[in-house]
């Protein structure tokens, strides 16, 4: 998982959001709702994270561990 892409994107989509709902609202709320937004999609982000890596860990168990192929034929 790649921590800084996931604060980075997050950061983006907070804008975004804050943005696209936050006409209307005072400095201080318009921050709240950024923050709020922030750790939502920070959240988020980590979960899928998560997620893709159980899956793929399912899909191929013994491609992450380092072992030894037998040779015997």
Known sequence: MNRRLIVETAF???RVL???FGNG???EEL???FEECFK???AGLE???L???R???NIRPLEERHHVRSKAV
């Open 18 to 20: 804050s943005g696209k």
């Open 12 to 14: 983006n989509m907070a």
């Open 40 to 42: 939502t999609c920070k």
């Open 25 to 27: 609202l005072g400095e």
């Open 31 to 33: 921050r709240q709702m």
């Open 47 to 49: 979960a899928y994270c």
């Open 51 to 53: 997620e893709d890596q």
């Open 55 to 57: 899956i793929q860990q």
